[in-house]
């Protein structure tokens, strides 16, 4: 086990899109192929379940997103991939963390407050589970449970990587070092691919371009690019240009700058969205296939994300082992 450990959690809520594969997916698989630390990549379905109670949709989710990872390359052998409802240490630890959480660290939660805010004054408790309220105490366990070092996350993480770091501090103090301080990576800027309106890509927004749908469905999706008045042989600028930014992101610089000269030499917005359209397809059609023939063979999926689980569990209990026996709960003997 390296000393260095990248940890990262997927809720299972919606279909992968384009900027999930730019923003976390792709840096996460090229980042898992260093040597020099271990990688913790998971199904975050416990925390699902705060967004979501459609049986359907979960396990379709779930389904979507571990094909995902797998036909984008991740190399299931080399990393720790599993699924966050089968390793039960971590809600052992979440209930031993409960104890070290301030209720009022809780009460500033972002997403527990701004469900506050949308309430009626009348009610502000309204819709709101204990597992809304604690949801970054569960966070708090995925990451402490493998001693994370560093741990990828959106801007809209940061506030709970700060109350994890919280937490773990406290239980230190009281008992020792036991837990790592954590991390967070925050998404560069440059990884955030805009939506098809221009806004950060995302489902709550409706702008996705979704990753692996047919080559006829992302061509109609490309289409939908936002793009200016300019006509064909109007000189465009690259700048603040959506598509272009979308094209960036997967081109090489051959094909960077050949875009941009394109472009500033007046070729159309559909000639531009054709070759952005066809750079996508190509680069998709591989994983595509791979991804196709996984939706279809889900008992393989189970397969690797037991094996996952098995391997994560190892490192689990021998870690909770310790904790426990910090706090007292060891062996009596
Ligand atoms: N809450 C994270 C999100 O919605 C997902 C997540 C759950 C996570 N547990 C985690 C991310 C642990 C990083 C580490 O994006």
Not at 30 to 58: G, Q
Not at 313 to 328: C, D, H, P, Y
Request: aromatic share 8%; proline share 4%; hydrophobic share 35%.
């Amino acid at each position: 086990m390296n000393n260095k450990k990248i940890l990262t959690g997927i809720t299972t809520t919606g279909t992968p899109h384009l900027g999930n594969y730019v923003g976390a997916i792709r840096p996460a698989i090229a980042s898992s192929k260093e040597k020099e630390h271990d990688s913790f990549f998971f199904l975050a379905d416990y925390h699902a379940l705060i967004k979501s109670k459609d049986r359907d949709a979960l396990r379709q989710s779930c389904l979507e997103i571990a094909a995902t990872w797998i036909a984008s390359g991740l190399d299931i052998n080399q990393t720790y991939f599993y699924r966050q409802s089968d390793i039960p240490e971590i809600l052992e630890l979440n209930w031993i963390l409960n104890n070290f959480t301030a209720k009022g660290l809780m009460n500033r939660a972002h997403a527990y407050k701004s469900a506050v805010d949308d309430n009626e004054k009348a009610d502000p408790d309204k819709g709101i589970t204990m597992g809304l309220f604690s949801y970054p105490i569960l966070m708090a366990a995925d990451i402490l449970m493998f001693k994370a070092t560093h741990v990828p996350v959106g801007q809209d993480q940061v506030q709970h990587i700060e109350m994890t770091r919280d937490i773990a501090q406290r239980f230190n103090h009281h008992y020792g070092e036991i837990f790592e301080i954590p991390e967070g990576v925050i998404d560069k800027e440059s990884s955030v691919l805009p939506g098809l309106d221009g806004r950060k890509m995302s489902k709550s927004y409706g702008n996705i371009i979704p990753l692996f749908c047919d080559s006829k469905t992302l061509r109609k999706y490309v289409m939908k690019i936002k793009t200016n008045s300019l006509e064909p042989g109007d000189p465009k600028s690259t700048e603040d240009c959506l598509l272009f930014d979308i094209f960036k992101s997967f081109a090489s610089d051959s094909q960077i700058s050949s875009m941009k000269k394109d472009l500033e030499g007046g070729m159309s917005w559909g000639d531009a969205k054709n070759q952005l359209y066809e750079l996508l397809d190509e680069q998709l059609s591989n994983y595509r296939l791979r991804y196709d023939e996984l939706m279809s063979d889900p008992s393989y999926l189970d397969e690797a994300l037991k094996e996952g689980a098995e391997r994560a569990r190892v490192v689990a209990k021998s870690n909770l082992i310790e904790i426990k026996s910090a706090i007292g709960l060891g062996p009596l003997s």
